[in-house]
Each structure stands twice: as C-alpha cells, then as structure tokens.
C-alpha cells in the first residue's frame, strides 16, 4: 500500500484516475505504479530518484484493510487471548467523532464515566496492566443498572453483572471481550483530521467447526446484533467527547488511577507528537 498524496506537491490521488497499471495524478499527470513508483512525468523523460510514494506496511483482518504508518510495524496484528484463531466477523460499522483518534482509548480508562454515561457500576477496583510495550490491558467485573434497551439486552445476556476485558494496542486499536458471552469487538479509531475521527466497530466470535448452515447464518446475524449493541452501548460518548481536548488537568489522587496508567502508556508510544502527548500536572 501506498500514500495516497503525490510526492510532488501533496496532490490527493483518490481524486485522480487509473490508467493501466498506474494512477495519474490529477494535478500534474504525473503516474505511479503499484509499487508507487513514478513512471511518468509529462513534461520532462527523466524521472527523479525521490519521485517515489511512501509505501506502507499493510495487512488484512476481519475485513478491515489495516495499514502502519512507518517502514514497518512496531507489533504483530494482536489476536484475541483465548480465541481460536479462525473467527467469524460482523461486517463494520462506521461512526463519526467529533475529536481526535486518541479520544478512544483514553476513555476506555476513563473508569469514573462507566456509571455516570454507561449505566456500569463496578464490583471491585478494575484492573490495569501491561502485557505488552504497546499494549495496555483494563478488566472489570460490573454491575448493570437498567436505563437503556441495551442494558436490558445486557442484562438478560450476562445475568446482571457483566466481565470484560480490553486491551488498547497502539492508541488506535481496542480488542474487547466480554467473558460472559464469548463474544469479542474489534474497535478502531481512524484520524480524519486533527480534530476528528472515524471508529468502525466490527464484532467476533469462533468459527466451530463442521457446523450447519442454519448455525452459520444464526452467527451471522448474532455478530450484526453485537455490533449494533456496541454501538448504541458507546452512543452516549459520542456528544460528551465532540471537541474534547485533554492536555494538562488535575487528575484526582485514587479515582483517576486507570487514567493515570493510560497518560503514561499514551506518552511512550513512539512518533507521538508535542501537540498529542496527554499528562496531567502530577501522575506519578
């Protein structure tokens, strides 16, 4: 996978066109290959050694095209602790955010709002860890206080009380599974801008094997249903984090903890910029 701005002067290539094996820029006509090489530039034969498009690591998974911004990726594709690796997919769902991709993971720990907007009161103190470099971990146990149609869809699924587990990789990825049901989310945040982001949610689920085709298309719609029930779960964020900008603030000494960890996780991640690191006055 390639840029998709010309190396020329940052013309945007999804406005131009294909020709043969290339893309044609729309400014300038100039062409590249697939490799993102320039084959052509009409107003002159020679071609310049740097007239060349970034190219990007890319892989697939679950549908989702995902590419790592850099000569090469920092960690493996994570998998799902506990699931096969042969998983079924919901199809994505996208949904538009009014704030910057980094919103996303930074509200995962942001354990103080779970009661207020998501109607989840916890059982015992969540837990933080690091598994990995890139990885931050949070699990819970919670209780489900009925106010909305899908805590009384929880409810009836989880008995109540649901446990779940969530791990952030690299500030844009959100692997979740709820240890009740057996089902896994798959959450990712893309930039649009500097100040806005796209998630596209898509949810997962084991493949058995030599199952039926009645089974087949019942899992099918199960994983549609659970992607819509993350969804509407998240749907009360959506206002509250428009324009939100955490910079500097006064974290609270016990209740703010997770957010602490998740500040400190934020900061080591490597190609941060000044502009996007997250801290408060005191989280040591």
Known sequence: MTSRFCCHIGTDLSNGKVVGETIECPMHAWRFDTGGRCTLIPVQSSIPDQAQLLQLSCEEHYGI?????????LFDFPQ???????????????VPLAAPYSITALNTFDTQHYETLHSRRFIAPPLVTNPDKYCLRIEYTAEIIKRRWVDYVMDKLTKSVTSVAIEAWGGSILLLKNVDTGIA??????PTSSGSSVLYITALKERKERQSWLVSIFDGLLLRVAAVLLKSYLSPDLNVLANM???K??????????????FRYWNSLPGITPDEQMSSEDIN
Do not use: Q, W
Request: charge should be negative; hydrophobic fraction near 40%.
């Open 65 to 73: 095209i995902f590419a790592f911004y850099g000569d090469k990726p």
């Open 80 to 94: 799902m602790n506990d699931f096969a690796k042969d998983l079924k997919h919901s199809p994505p769902l996208a």
């Open 185 to 190: 989310s798959l959450v990712c945040t893309v």
């Open 245 to 247: 900008r955490p910079h």
């Open 249 to 262: 603030g006064a974290l609270l000494d016990e209740a703010d903890d997770t957010l602490k960890h998740f």
